[in-house]
């Protein structure tokens, strides 16, 4: 039985956790695009009561992405309202999530201090900053983190504990949650389970893998979402692997670093910056086992401890694939500072050595307070061009009147205006020849299939504005400029009615 005493310490190291979580939460806007996405399509699926088919406006379908991170969002606007703080819940909770994990994993990895790789993961400056973005890829970290951890205790839980009888069926669920997060992201890491299999099968004598059930139980939860809509839309499963996985990893066709050198100037910095202040340890505690394994096939003795071993590759497999793709973004590698947490605990524990080795967490703490507060003032200093919230101050002034649609001309919306003005936001393309996945259809298909029955506002780039004034002119309708505003360019803002001599 825990002694109270540590009952009492783990509860107040909970408490700091979550409120060093949610701290300075609040004070930024939606920044665009992968925010404002994420928002309306929450907001699609509670305006229209449709939590299956993510939308960005109802004539949009959007399957980029399976839908537990829009239900997460929508069910927390849902449960306490609207505000950029409630739309930030699932990105804190999957931060502290993960921290709980990495906890877990500790007591395997470091018995004498559990409570270090916690310490060590939750005062990175990159996981803990990540929360304050709205994106999948936290709760993504903590669907993998619970997955490892639920594999770790099969594979070095004590013998005979519930562990060790049923962690790997807890892994496999947790991986098939991941699936619903973020698709097939999540089986880089079981892939480095299997080479870990591979290369020491030893470690897996006596163990509970449920390799057979596991994988059902894992494809199904996977799949649920698929097969409720297979019957309209049977293609979904195929077309969302080949367009979000395949056509992701092998072309440029998202514009997300994908030069030769883009692997480097995306993660580099990500892991220089974001092991802040612990990179020293994270170094040494990566260098010492990685050479140890080299010297193990050099000489033929396994130098190397199975744990260190695993981590390892946990860590190298998907990083090496993250490097080598074609999209690259920085919170992709957000699942594998848990690995380097772990790894960095091993040469940390010589820091309590140290009079006031506390200052180094608090560093770390501090790195990431300053860093969601500078963020969340900027805009009060600058204009902000990704951050919704400004458009829609400045919208708001040019037309106070409620709105039922915010339109935008040849040019990626910016869905955040969803939230701030309460109207669905859709694009348009100018022609046909811009006519692309994000706008299928035109200005004048709108307007001759639909009129401008609708209270809208219309978002044109400067330099398209005597274009579209043209197009509508064309259609029987006119184009009447109500001033200028600045988002992510400069727009100018109209609206659109039926032209006098065509009553």
């Known amino acids: 039985m825990m002694p109270a005493s540590r009952g009492k310490a783990l509860l107040l190291a909970l408490l700091v956790l979550i409120v060093y979580t949610l701290l300075f939460q609040d004070l930024r806007g939606l920044w665009e695009s992968s925010e404002g996405r994420y928002v309306n399509v929450a907001i699609e699926m509670l305006r229209f009561d449709d939590w299956l088919h993510p939308m960005t406006h109802h004539e949009h379908p959007h399957w980029t992405k399976p839908p537990l991170t829009y239900w997460a969002i929508a069910a927390s606007i849902d449960t306490l309202g609207r505000s950029e703080f409630v739309m930030r819940l699932p990105g804190m909770f999957g931060f502290i999530l993960t921290t709980l994990f990495v906890w877990q994993l500790g007591r395997l990895f470091h018995p004498q201090r559990p409570w270090l790789p916690a310490l060590i993961y939750a005062s990175f400056m990159f996981p803990a900053s ?3 973005f709205i994106t999948t890829d936290s709760l993504l970290a903590a669907a993998v983190t619970a997955s490892f951890t639920g594999f770790c205790y099969a594979i070095w839980g004590k013998t005979g504990s519930f562990g060790a009888r049923y962690g790997a069926l807890f892994g496999w669920f947790a991986a098939g949650l991941g699936y619903l997060i973020k698709g097939p992201a999540v089986a880089l890491p079981l892939f480095a389970l299997l080479l870990f299999y591979i290369f020491q099968h030893r470690a897996f004598v006596g163990v509970r893998l ?18 409720m809509l297979a019957g309209e839309n049977p293609s979904l499963f195929f077309d969302f692997i080949y367009n979000e996985v395949l056509v992701r990893a092998t072309s440029d066709k ?13 993660y580099l910095p990500v892991l220089l910056i974001g092991t802040l202040p612990w990179w020293v340890y994270v170094w040494r505690g990566f260098k010492k086992p990685l050479m140890a394994w080299y010297r193990s096939f050099r000489g033929g003795a396994d130098r190397i401890d199975e744990k260190q071993k695993f981590l390892l590759l946990w860590f190298l497999f998907p990083m ?3 490097m080598l793709v074609k999209s690259r973004l920085p919170f992709y590698i957000l699942p594998l500072f848990v690995p380097l947490a772990l790894l960095a605990a091993s040469e940390a524990e010589a820091l309590f050595s140290k009079r006031r080795w506390y200052l180094v967490p ?21 204009d902000v061009s990704i951050d919704s919230r400004m458009l829609a101050r400045q919208l708001e002034q040019i037309w106070p009147a409620k709105l039922d649609e915010v339109v935008f001309v040849s040019h990626e919306a910016q869905q955040g205006l969803s939230f701030y003005m309460d109207a669905e936001v859709e694009q348009l393309a100018m022609n046909e020849a811009d006519v692309d996945e994000a706008q299928q259809q035109t200005v004048a298909d709108e307007l001759l299939n639909e009129g401008d029955n609708e209270d809208r506002l219309w978002i044109v780039r400067r330099k398209n504005a005597e274009a579209f004034e043209a197009v509508v002119k064309e259609t029987g309708y006119e184009a009447g400029s ?12 109209y609206r659109v009615d039926m032209a006098p001599g065509a009553r």
Do not use: C
């Open 130 to 132: 990540a929360s304050n």
């Open 210 to 227: 449920y390799w057979i059930p596991g994988l059902i139980l894992s494809a199904l939860v996977a799949s649920s979402w698929f097969l």
């Open 254 to 266: 998202h514009q997300r670093n994908a030069e030769w050198y883009g692997g480097l100037r995306t």
């Open 320 to 322: 090496t694939v993250f």
């Open 362 to 382: 608090m560093a770390g703490v501090a790195f990431v307070l300053v860093f969601r507060l500078v963020l969340g003032v900027a805009d009060h200093f600058k």
């Open 482 to 493: 109500l001033g200028e505003a600045r988002g992510r360019k400069p727009y100018r803002v």
